[in-house]
């Protein structure tokens, strides 16, 4: 539902790759998505030149759309999408062997679930966030929010009941389906990741236009400014850095609901912060390389276990300091010494982290060099996405 297609600036590019993937693999591919585009909060034109003679087909499901990313308009929009997908379904019979979807939208998995089950067909279930789990930190109300969030709970257990196998975008979400099922099911963690030519391709065509002072150390965050991350703490960290007079200027890129209120937080602590805005790939790519430090920052709250934008921030080739509480990805900072992991919303922690590496350039470079090799092996999505590939045949 969130997939970017044909010349967008932004959504997913997961399914876009794997559809392309299993395409050179021999398939016969229908991605179907919706004719909202979720990060535009717009219509798509879908009789654009950009979205035909595709490797794979496009099938757009009309859906309302909305203006919050939580919101009820979203609920109801996606219970449109759900509804008119069920149509395509039934308009299509038998031309598909195999179903393959996100879960979430939980009740648009929900559909393609039981059309699998209808026609005895493979179903598998790409596990990438967890409704209602994630909802709850936002809204967590005794009672009233297990009633309001019933719907989401339903939907999510039915898929994994009639899921053939799962895909998830960490243990913990590729396992997942086994607290509401009995039987067995193949499963396959594969991160989501990034194409890794691609991002050394925004590296060469902008890093040089990039001016960096010398001296600075660039510690950066790319992603979301909202609910799940912990942007507040990291900076009141560069604030506590500038206090010490280390040489420390934190990037910020991305956009969201929370960013005029995190403005006015760094303006009032006087805080080394740059808030770049939403970037394209290719100038996130750049802007990460040039920089020195990545940070994953996370409330305490979070259930996200390893979020799209690690990808980017190990395959840029610096340590990356971690603030999430998933034990998965903790133990991935450990034992990949990659990084290291500091306790979420502690400002004089995550101070005293950036510190100690932006004193030890030697430190840096060797974590940085786990860091690439672990984006590599694991988050390159051309070797790593083959293991989706390898379960999909098998269900065939």
């Known amino acids: 539902m969130g997939v970017k297609l044909g010349d967008e600036t932004r959504g997913y590019t997961r399914f876009r790759f794997l559809s392309e993937l299993l395409v050179r693999e021999g398939f016969s591919v229908d991605l179907i998505t919706s004719s909202f585009q979720h990060w535009d909060k717009a219509p798509r034109d879908t009789s654009r030149e950009c979205y035909r003679n595709l490797p794979y087909s496009i099938v757009f499901i009309d859906e309302p759309g909305y203006k919050k990313n939580l919101d009820l308009a979203r609920i109801r929009s996606h219970a449109v999408a759900a509804k008119n997908l069920r149509t395509h379904f039934a308009q299509h019979g038998e031309d598909y062997a195999l179903v393959y979807a996100e879960i979430p939208p939980n009740d648009v998995a929900r559909v393609c679930a039981e059309y699998a089950s209808e026609h005895d067909i493979p179903f598998v279930a790409d596990i990438n966030d967890l409704w209602p789990e ?23 257990k039915r898929v994994y009941t009639l899921l053939s196998g799962a895909v998830g975008t960490s243990d913990e979400y590729a396992m997942r389906p086994a607290q509401d099922r009995k039987e067995p099911y193949p499963k396959a963690t594969v991160y989501v990741g990034n194409v890794l030519s691609e991002f050394d391709g925004g590296i060469a065509a902008y890093r040089s236009g990039i001016s960096k002072p010398d001296g600075e150390v660039w510690v950066t965050y790319a992603g979301t400014l909202g609910a799940s991350y912990d942007l507040a703490t990291l900076i009141e960290a560069a604030a506590a850095c500038a206090a010490k007079a280390a040489p420390v200027r934190v990037k910020i890129l991305g956009d969201g609901p929370d960013r005029e209120k995190l403005e006015e937080i760094a303006a009032r602590l006087a805080a080394p912060v740059d808030f770049l805005g939403y970037m394209d790939y290719p100038h996130m790519a750049a802007y990460l390389a040039a920089s020195d430090i990545t940070v994953n920052s996370l409330v305490k709250s979070a259930v996200q276990s390893i979020v799209t934008k690690i990808g980017d921030y190990l395959a840029s080739g610096h340590p990356l300091i971690n603030t999430g509480t998933s034990p998965e990805f903790r133990n991935l900072v450990s034992e990949g010494g990659f990084g290291v992991n500091v306790e979420a919303e502690n400002a004089a922690a995550l101070a005293e982290a950036i510190e100690k590496l932006a004193g030890n350039p030697s430190l840096r470079k060797i974590m940085g060099a786990r860091a690439r090799a672990v984006a590599e092996s694991e988050f390159d999505q051309p070797r790593s996405y083959m293991r989706i590939v390898d379960l999909i045949r098998k269900l065939i």
């Not at 009233?144 to 939907?155: E, K, L, Q, T």
Request: proline share 9%.
């Open 134 to 156: 994630a909802m709850r930190m936002v809204v967590d109300v005794p009672i009233v929010s297990d009633i309001a969030f019933h719907p989401f709970a339903r939907d999510a």
